[in-house]
């Protein structure tokens, strides 16, 4: 009876062995397949992800600024856009300062204009206008018609007319011109502007109504000898 139990004990061990040796071979299998696997994840892992240098480009990574031949062209490029803005800027100092030269040639040429000074004619019409001018230009009172009408009655219209019987020409200072004006008169009424003559026919206008002004109020007023 004890040699089947032994035999069926001796099937029993065989068996464990053999599935302990299988498993042991599938492990080990198991073993070798996993850091193989694990390896091959790592490397891929490492190949996928690179270092990346401060400018956003993997290390070792060849730019085009950092590519000579790539950046000769780009350099090129900067050199000629700045050549170029050099020569606009002389060309637009060189045009401006052209301008200013021509400016100032043209300004030199030029002379300076003067308001034509109004004509007057050398006679009666022309000393009237004249010296109406002048008055409204100083403020003194009068008109055409009263001017008119005591230079016909003092002189006729004579510029040379003296005066050498009255009362004043027996004192020694006769009434001359067109107003018939004594000198006393003159230099003290004189208007400034016109000729210090007592016989120059604005000269002596002005000054007898500028006389007339002061003790009548204006030429137009007076009526006779004044």
């Known amino acids: 009876m004890p040699m089947p139990t032994l035999l069926r004990s001796v099937r029993v061990t065989k068996t464990h062995k053999l599935s302990v040796a299988v498993l042991a071979a599938a492990g080990a299998t198991a073993a070798l397949t996993v850091p193989a696997a694990t390896g091959d994840a790592h490397a891929a892992a490492s190949s996928a992800v690179q270092p990346v240098s401060a400018n956003g480009q993997p290390v070792g990574a060849k730019t085009k600024a950092a590519d000579p031949k790539a950046g000769n062209g780009a350099e090129k490029d900067v050199q000629q856009a700045a050549n170029l803005a050099d020569t606009v800027k002389v060309t637009a100092v060189a045009a401006q300062g052209h301008t200013a030269k021509e400016a100032a040639s043209r300004a030199a040429d030029r002379k300076p204009v003067e308001a034509s000074k109004p004509h007057y004619a050398n006679n009666l019409d022309g000393w009237i206008k004249e010296s109406l001018a002048i008055m409204k230009e100083k403020g003194i009172p009068g008109s055409y018609e009263g001017l008119h009408r005591n230079i016909m009655r003092e002189s006729s219209g004579n510029p040379n007319v ?45 000054a007898a109504a500028n006389y007339a002004a002061h003790r009548y109020g204006s030429m137009d007023n007076v009526n006779s000898a004044y």
Do not use: C, M, R
């Open 162 to 206: 003296v005066n050498d019987w009255d009362i004043n020409a027996k004192n020694g200072i006769p009434s001359k011109g067109l107003l018939q004006v004594i000198q006393p008169t003159f230099d003290a009424y004189h208007v400034e502007g016109t000729a210090n003559d007592l016989t120059d026919p604005v000269a002596n206008i002005t």
